[in-house]
């Protein structure tokens, strides 16, 4: 027994002796021209490592430093930097035959830059390609690390960092930190299974699980793709996918499924926005807006359609489809929002987050709202453009028969702080220079028929001329007055939307009444317009 032990440990000995002294008889780093050529020419960049060293423990080479070029149409920095490569490798062909058999490769800590010109192509599409090899041409395979022939067992990216940016630069760059990449069987021709995780600006997380490739032969962006994707607390206003400048803020999740076969990207699933604001003036909602979508987009011609977009707040339901483009810096849009007896109350938060103002203390309470909108143009320079109803609903905290009781003789001073809206209808158009709503046409009970056109202005401005049908017996005499049944009174609104101003419009009663306004004319109208001024007769 005591000679098995002997033996045994002379054995472990001799293997810790050889173990010790392999690095320093095999000069690895005679491996590196060779593993940046191979390297080099599977990426179609030139690559770049650091001294290599061997570990026979782990079974693995390691180098100090890994560099990829970038595309040099986007620019003369790395694309990748890397503190560390590992490369795992087979010991026995390594130590009797000095062969470089490749199992395992792990980049530790890579710093990655993603850019995107203004026709929508990434600085990665070219990865994969030969050096100097024409767009449009198959992919070599000859031997010597072609991308046909380059095949590693497991690749992983352990705790890196992508930037995402533009070219020209627009913003400073979106940085999405702990990214972690898991790719069994590589091969550049067939399929892998790729396992993705990160963390993202403002504290998400991004989880990607599918299978990818093989990889494009001319254009990686056109990689045959299919996965499970789930985003957690996107941050927009830190995402790399909306335009600051359009003023969207709000937290968003995603959970679904993305389809690729390397020319129609494919995603369906349910997309959940919370706090959200729409507008650059807007304030973020209190309700959380749920999208049910499915959209095919083009990934050469960067335009895609959204067939579905089932939208809900609360019990609210609204259908969103559109067809969009990306070209250029700004995407654009042509999609249409159809919504039919929306709940008032379950949309009542979301008005804020679309730059929809109220009179100072109050609300819509009740009824339903139905609208038919369509959006065209690009995102910062949209206009829209339908019709939207208003049905039984109530504008609570604000009395509008009250505040029309400032032109003497129109109005009452009834008591009650709500404004009872039977019907309201009108024709809008929403564009960045303001909104515009024409053939307003409202039932308020307390009042009468309203009808008539205006503006709101950016900054919330109010010019609206109206024409009130009272009604009543004092209201019914004012509106013969004013210009008969088909007349009404004429009433100016300015001030703002949140704090409006009523008053009687002058001009348009001079205009209803102009011949009754001659000396001698029947009725001296011009007694009861100062009266209606307030001046004594």
């Given amino acids: 027994m005591n000679k098995i032990v002997k033996i045994v440990a002379i054995v472990l000995a001799l293997l810790i002796v050889v173990a010790i002294a392999l690095p320093f008889v095999i000069n690895v780093n005679s491996f590196r021209p060779q593993i940046e050529s191979s390297l080099s020419s599977a990426l179609g960049r030139p ?97 010597g690390g072609a991308p046909g022939n380059l095949s590693v067992a497991l690749l992983e990216l352990k ?124 304030s973020p909602s209190s309700a959380p807006v749920q999208v049910v979508f499915t959209a095919a987009h083009d990934l050469q011609k960067e335009t895609g359609q959204l067939s579905q977009g089932d939208v809900q707040i609360g019990k609210a339901a609204a259908k969103l489809t559109g067809t969009y483009d990306m070209h250029g810096e700004t995407t654009s849009v042509n999609m249409k929002l159809v919504g039919d007896s929306m709940p008032v109350d379950d949309l009542e938060a979301i008005l ?21 909108l369509d959006a065209v143009g690009p995102l910062n320079k949209i206009v829209s453009t339908g019709t939207v109803r208003l049905n039984n609903s109530a504008l609570a905290g604000f009395n509008l028969s ?41 039932v308020v009970p307390s009042i009468g028929t309203v009808t008539g056109a205006g503006t709101i202005s950016p900054s919330n401005e109010i010019d609206f001329n109206l024409l009130a049908n009272l009604s009543g017996a004092v209201g019914g005499g004012l509106t013969k007055f004013a210009g008969g049944a088909s007349g009404g009174i004429p009433v100016k609104v300015g001030g703002t939307t949140s704090n409006p101003t009523f008053t009687p419009n002058v001009k348009g009663m001079v205009g209803n009444q102009l011949k009754g306004l001659m000396p001698g ?12 001024l307030g001046k004594k007769k």
Avoid: C
């Fill in 352 to 372: 804020p987050a679309v730059g929809v103002i109220l009179p100072s203390g109050s609300q819509l309470k009740g009824g339903t709202l139905a609208v038919n």
């Fill in 402 to 442: 009250s505040k029309l009781s400032a032109i003497p003789g129109i109005g009452s001073k009834q008591s009650g702080n709500d404004t009872q809206i039977q019907n309201l209808s009108s024709d809008v158009r929403y564009a960045p220079e303001g909104t515009r709503l024409d053939k307003i046409d409202a």
């Fill in 159 to 282: 705790d890196g960092k992508i930037s995402v940016g533009s070219v020209p630069a627009r913003r400073n760059p979106i940085v999405y930190d702990k990214v972690n990449v898991t790719v069994k069987n590589f091969s550049f021709a067939s399929a892998f299974p790729v396992d993705v995780s990160a963390e993202l600006p403002g504290g998400g997380s991004l989880k990607i699980d599918g299978n990818a490739g093989p990889i494009g032969p001319t254009d990686a962006s056109l990689t045959p793709v299919q996965a499970k994707v789930n985003l957690t607390k996107l941050d927009l206003a830190q995402s790399a996918i909306v335009d600051p400048e359009l003023g969207i803020t709000g937290s968003a999740d995603f959970d679904g499924n993305l389809s690729s076969d390397g020319h129609v990207a494919k995603a369906s699933g349910t997309l959940k926005g919370t706090s959200l604001k729409l507008v650059p003036k807007g």
């Fill in 521 to 532: 004319g029947k009725g001296n109208p011009l007694g009861n317009l100062g009266g209606i």
């Fill in 47 to 143: 690559v770049k490592v650091g001294n290599l060293s061997l570990s026979i423990f782990s079974g693995s080479v390691e180098a100090n430093q890994l560099s990829i070029g970038d595309d040099p149409k986007f620019s003369t920095s790395p694309f990748l930097q890397a503190k560390a490569l590992k490369v795992g490798v087979e010991l026995m062909p390594l130590i009797f035959s000095k062969e470089l058999h490749v199992t395992h490769l792990e980049i530790d800590q890579p710093a990655i830059t993603l850019l995107r010109d203004r026709d929508g192509a990434w600085n990665f599409s070219s990865i994969g390609n030969q050096a100097g090899q024409p767009a449009n041409a198959p992919a070599k395979t000859s031997s």
